[in-house]
Nanobody, 129 residues
Framework: QVQLVESGGGLVQAGGSLRLSCAASGRTFRPYAMGWFRQAPGKEREFVAAIDWSGASSYYPDSVKGRFTISRVNVENTVFLQMNTLKPEDTALYYC??????????????????????WGQGTQVTVSS
């Protein structure tokens, strides 16, 4: 089992920044690929970012590319999501998730929430206009 705990959400004005963290514990004897997703009320869960186990490769949809950056510190079992130039449409509950089998190797695999096997409880991000 892997436990994931997100933090860093909050209320911010449009144009502002937030940094989300996701701390992993439990069966963390090796680094896992990690992803961030978000879900707004009445909408489907949406892919936001992913990073492979080494941190060498990262993936983003066009909606956040150039504004969001995913990074990781493996010795701390922590993944970060730096979010800049936030927009009201970024308002959502943000989840981190892990692909504990490290089987993804391309964007469309990381994009699919079904490829992840452990999820955190989420942290709320609200961007006011």
């Amino acid at each position: 089992q892997v436990q994931l705990v997100e933090s860093g959400g909050g209320l911010v004005q449009a144009g502002g920044s937030l940094r989300l963290s996701c701390a992993a514990s439990g069966r963390t004897f090796r680094p896992y690929a990690m992803g961030w997703f978000r879900q707004a009320p009445g909408k489907e869960r949406e892919f936001v970012a992913a990073i492979d186990w080494s941190g060498a490769s990262s993936y983003y949809p066009d909606s956040v590319k150039g504004r969001f950056t995913i990074s990781r510190v493996n010795v701390e079992n922590t993944v970060f999501l730096q979010m800049n130039t936030l927009k009201p449409e970024d308002t959502a509950l943000y989840y981190c998730a892990t692909d504990s089998k490290n089987h993804c190797s391309n964007y469309w695999c990381y994009y699919d929430p079904l490829e992840y096997d452990y999820w955190g409880q989420g942290t709320q991000v609200t961007v006011s206009s």
